[in-house]
Antibody
Framework: EGKLVDFGGGLVQPGRSLRLSCEAS????????MHWVRQAPGKGLEWVAG????????AYVDSVEGRFTISRDNAKNSLLLEMNSLRAEDTAVYYCVKECRGVCLYAFDVWGQGTLVTVTS | EIVLTQSPGTLSLSPGERATLSCRASQSVGSDFLAWYQQKPGQAPRLLIHGASSRATGIPDRFSGSGSGTDFTLTISRLEPEDFAVYYC????????????FGQGTKLEIK
C-alpha cells in the first residue's frame, strides 16, 4: 500500500514562504497522482492541490491558486508544496496524500502523518 | 463548484446501534467519484469507501456505502467502540476544472 512521510512545517510570518516535502516508499511513486490536503485546527479537511502522475498537470483550490505550487521529483520519490505569500488562514496540518488507481480512482488511500504550518506574526 | 453537505453534524449513539450518515451534493456526483473517510483524534484520515459503495482494503463489512446523484449514505450496521470518530465524504469533479472537495464532517459520539 505504501508509506508517506511529510515534513517541513513550522512557524512562519504572514507574507513569507515555506516549502513542504513528502517522501514516498513502498509503491511505484511515478504511477500515482499525489495531493496535499490540509486541516485547520479543529476544522474539517480541505483539498489544496494535486499533481497528475502521467503528465505532471496540476490543480489547486481557488484560495491558494497563484500562491502555492505543487511539484514532484519521481527520481527521488518526493512530493513538494511551495507556499508563498502565506496568510493566517493557511494555518493547518498539511497531509501528503496518494490517490488510488483502478477501481478506487479519485479516492485517497494513503496519507502521511501530517505536518503543522502556523502562520502568525 | 460542488459543495458537499453532511448531516447530522453530530450523531450520538450507543455501541451495537446502527449509524446512518448523510452526504448531500449541490450538483450530481458520479458514483465513481464519491468516497468516505474516518478520522480519529490526532490521526490522519483513513479511506473507508470508494466509488460510493465499495469498501477499501481491510475495512470491516459493518461499513457500507450507498447512494447516487446528489444523495449518498454511509451506514455502520452495529457500532463498535472503535467506530466513534469523525466521518467525511469526498468527491471529485471535472467542471469547470479538476477539483476535489470534502464535506464538513459528521462527528459520531458515544451516547
Amino acid at each position: 500500500e505504501g508509506k508517506l512521510v511529510d515534513f517541513g512545517g513550522g512557524l512562519v510570518q504572514p507574507g513569507r514562504s515555506l516549502r513542504l516535502s513528502c517522501e514516498a516508499s513502498g509503491f511505484n511513486f511515478d504511477d500515482y497522482a499525489m495531493h496535499w490536503v490540509r486541516q485547520a485546527p479543529g476544522k474539517g479537511l480541505e483539498w489544496v492541490a494535486g499533481i497528475n502522475w502521467s503528465n505532471g498537470r496540476t490543480a489547486y483550490v481557488d484560495s491558494v491558486e497563484g500562491r502555492f505550487t505543487i511539484s514532484r521529483d519521481n527520481a527521488k520519490n518526493s512530493l513538494l508544496l511551495e507556499m508563498n505569500s502565506l496568510r493566517a488562514e493557511d494555518t493547518a496540518v498539511y497531509y501528503c496524500v496518494k490517490e488510488c488507481r483502478g477501481v478506487c480512482l479519485y479516492a485517497f488511500d494513503v496519507w502521511g502523518q501530517g505536518t503543522l504550518v502556523t502562520v502568525t506574526s | 463548484e460542488i459543495v458537499l453537505t453532511q448531516s447530522p453534524g453530530t450523531l450520538s449513539l450507543s455501541p451495537g446501534e446502527r449509524a446512518t450518515l448523510s452526504c448531500r451534493a449541490s450538483q450530481s456526483v458520479g458514483s465513481d467519484f464519491l468516497a468516505w473517510y474516518q478520522q480519529k483524534p490526532g490521526q490522519a484520515p483513513r479511506l473507508l469507501i470508494h466509488g460510493a459503495s465499495s469498501r477499501a482494503t481491510g475495512i470491516p463489512d459493518r461499513f457500507s456505502g450507498s447512494g447516487s446523484g446528489t444523495d449518498f449514505t454511509l451506514t455502520i450496521s452495529r457500532l463498535e467502540p472503535e467506530d466513534f470518530a469523525v466521518y467525511y465524504c469526498q468527491q471529485y469533479s471535472t467542471s469547470p476544472s479538476p477539483m476535489y472537495s470534502f464535506g464538513q464532517g459528521t462527528k459520531l459520539e458515544i451516547k
